[in-house]
Each structure stands twice: as C-alpha cells, then as structure tokens.
C-alpha cells in the first residue's frame, strides 16, 4: 500500500506546507490581523493569528477524521490517483479565487479599544471558524498531498501539529512584516497580495496536476 512508504519526514513537510497554504489568503481574518497590527501593534496580530491557527487545526482535524473513514478507498492507489486530480483542480479554482478577489471588501473600522491578547485571539478562531467551506480547502490539500495516512498515529499527529505550526509561521511572518512596512504600507498592498499567494497557488496546483499525470512521485 502506498502509505506503508510515507516517512514522518514527509508528513511534517506536508503539513507546514498546508498550513501555510490554508492561512496565507487574505479574507477577513487575514485582513482583521492586517489591520490589528497596524492600529494595535504587532502583538495583537499575532494573537489573532494565533486564534486563526487553532480554528484551521480543528478544521484539519474534522477534516482527517472524516477521510478516515473511507480506508479502504484511499488506499487504493488508482482512487488516490483521481484524488489528487480531484485535489489539484480544486486547489487551482481555489487559486483563482484568491487572485480574483478584492480582500479590502472586509475591511472594517478599527475598534477604539483594544482589548486583551486573548480577547484578540478569540475573536480571530471566531472570525475564521465561522466559515466551514474551509473544510473544502482541506479536502483538496489533503488530496493532492496524500495527506491521510491511516493507521500511523504518531506520524499523523506529528502532521498535524506541523499544520498548526505552518500557520503560526504564517502568522508571525504577516505581523511582523506589516509591523516592520507600517509607514511604507498602503491598503493596496493587501490586494497585491492577495495576487501573489493566488497566483503561488494556481502555479502550484498546475505542477501538481503534471506530477500526477506523468507518473512521478515523492516515494
């Protein structure tokens, strides 16, 4: 079977991978980190941040929890196949998206107040669990990587966790930048963006989708 091939290695790449991959859009929770951390400071970005990781890990979880279920398809290694199709192509229309879309629709007025960290972070997981079709996002990514690895406890978890800590990266990457650019930084940067990281997407779903159909592979 092909997952008696995955090493842990490969699970922890992964999982950076897909959490940098399922937080770095700008929606409205990457726009509110934006924003908190220009009108709070750094800090209260990162918190934020921080309540967006551990609503995407929930997310991931639900996610694995229910590809595990359907064993016996996925470890078929011609459904994993179409799988990853499936996956690539969602992840390319997921691509498009994020380039074609206007994140400075979400902005808000900032708040006078500025709360507590937690406060921030909780308002954050609220913002992003709030949206469940990121569970899409995670069907796709999980596809196209051959995410699930039943029966592998310790080396799922450890994918798992890699997920959250991709996202934590992600986070603190954003908050920092934003904070170290605040007087060069222009609203219109948020949908450059946005540009990029559709663009990185649609770029990366295309070369997976030529992986899969010629045949290569990690293992």
């Known amino acids: 079977m092909w997952f008696e091939h995955v090493s842990t290695l490969d699970l922890v790449i992964k ?5 940098v ?12 980190c934006v924003q908190r951390t220009l009108n709070k400071g750094r800090w209260y970005g990162v918190f934020t941040g921080i309540g967006a990781a551990f609503s995407d890990i929930v997310y991931a979880l639900i996610t694995g929890f229910g590809m595990s279920f359907v064993i016996e398809f996925i470890e078929n290694k011609t459904n994993m196949f179409y799988l990853q199709l499936i996956g690539s192509v969602m992840l390319f229309l997921f691509g498009l998206y994020t380039f074609r879309s206007n994140p400075m629709e979400s902005m808000r007025p900032p708040s006078s107040k ?6 921030n972070m909780v308002t954050g997981f609220l ?3 709030s949206n469940p079709l990121i569970i899409f996002l995670f069907v796709a990514l999980f596809a196209r990587f051959t995410f699930v690895v039943p029966d592998h406890l310790v080396q799922q978890s450890l994918g ?23 007087s060069r930084f ?14 990185v997407v649609m770029f990366a779903s295309v ?8 045949g290569l592979s990690l293992y």
């Open 160 to 182: 798992y966790l890699s997920i959250f800590i991709g996202a934590l990266a992600w986070w603190f990457a954003l908050s920092y930048g934003i904070d170290k650019l605040r």
């Open 207 to 214: 070369l997976g989708l030529i992986i899969t159909l010629t």
């Open 127 to 129: 913002v992003t669990f």
């Open 186 to 199: 222009e609203v219109k940067g948020i949908w450059l963006l946005n540009r990029v990281i559709g663009g």
């Open 21 to 32: 991959i399922a937080s770095a859009p700008m929606g409205p929770v990457g726009v509110l």
């Open 15 to 19: 999982g950076l991978i897909i959490g």
């Open 114 to 119: 500025k709360g507590t960290y937690i406060h």
